[in-house]
């Protein structure tokens, strides 16, 4: 079976400074990775996805993340945050080559930017 | 022209009651799934259609029953609410479901979500 694990459930940081949100998974077979954001009240927005390729992925508003699959981890980061991006991450994996694209989402990690 | 919408966003109601949340997308999209978030914000699939044919049922109660009467719509109703029902329900959709054509996966879309509260 797969898992997400999000170790990190709230980060704080201040406004300008960079962040790192940690995502690690457990699969037996090879998945595709995914962020999703929500702000507050909304529902979920894709931030970005590794389905192959360079490892470093680059997604909207400034963020990235780096699959690193010894280490079976996809963190989330950004080198300047701002107030705006208060919200709460979610790191997600679906299975490769299934026949649905089911998604299995980690617990979640509220940012929480303070000027 | 919002691509998945949901109605209602709230829905409060009495343990007991039968109630329906409806999701409709105008994005052109063969699949669509309801999501349940519960209070501590997991987010846990329940169920997916693909051309309105139920493909993925996760373990959901039986009180929970999802209806697709065109590809562009995916309803859920809930007989006999319970306390433990009161989450916020996302409703997604996804150009396809099957991954095996090309080796790629689609990217899920999300509407607002329906706050369901049972008193």
């Known amino acids: 079976a797969q898992s997400v694990t999000q170790l990190d459930s709230q980060v704080p940081v201040f406004e300008e400074a960079p962040v790192e949100l940690r995502c690690n998974y457990s699969?037996?077979?090879?998945?595709?990775l995914f962020w999703y954001v929500q702000y507050p009240n909304q529902g979920l927005q894709l931030l970005l996805k590794?389905?192959?390729?360079?490892?470093l992925v680059k997604g909207i508003n400034g963020f990235e993340a780096e699959f690193n699959k010894s280490q079976t981890s996809f963190h989330l980061r950004k080198p300047s945050v701002h107030i705006s991006d208060t919200a709460e991450y979610f790191c997600?994996?679906?299975?490769?080559?299934?026949?649905?694209?089911?998604?299995?989402f980690g617990t979640g990690t509220l940012l929480a930017v303070q000027p | 022209d919002t691509a998945v919408s949901q109605t209602p966003k709230y829905l409060v109601t009495q343990m007991g009651n039968d109630k329906s949340i409806k999701c409709e997308q105008n994005?052109?999209?063969?699949?669509m799934y309801w999501y349940k978030q519960d209070s501590k914000k997991f987010l846990k699939i329940m169920f997916s259609?693909?051309?309105?044919?139920?493909?993925i049922n996760e373990t959901v109660p039986n009180r929970f029953s999802p209806k697709s009467p065109d590809k562009a719509h995916l309803n859920l109703h809930i007989n006999s609410l319970e306390l433990g029902d009161s989450a916020v329900y996302f409703c997604?959709?996804?150009?396809?479901?099957?991954?095996?054509?090309?080796?790629?996966?689609?990217?899920?879309?999300f509407g607002p979500g329906t706050r369901l509260t049972v008193l």
């Open positions: 259609y693909n051309n309105k044919e139920l493909i």
């Open positions: 699969s037996s077979v090879s998945v595709y």
């Open positions: 997604a959709s996804s150009p396809t479901t099957a991954q095996w054509r090309g080796g790629r996966t689609d990217t899920q879309y």
């Open positions: 997600a994996v679906s299975l490769y080559g299934g026949a649905t694209n089911k998604l299995i």
């Open positions: 590794y389905l192959s390729g360079s490892t």
């Open positions: 994005l052109g999209h063969d699949t």
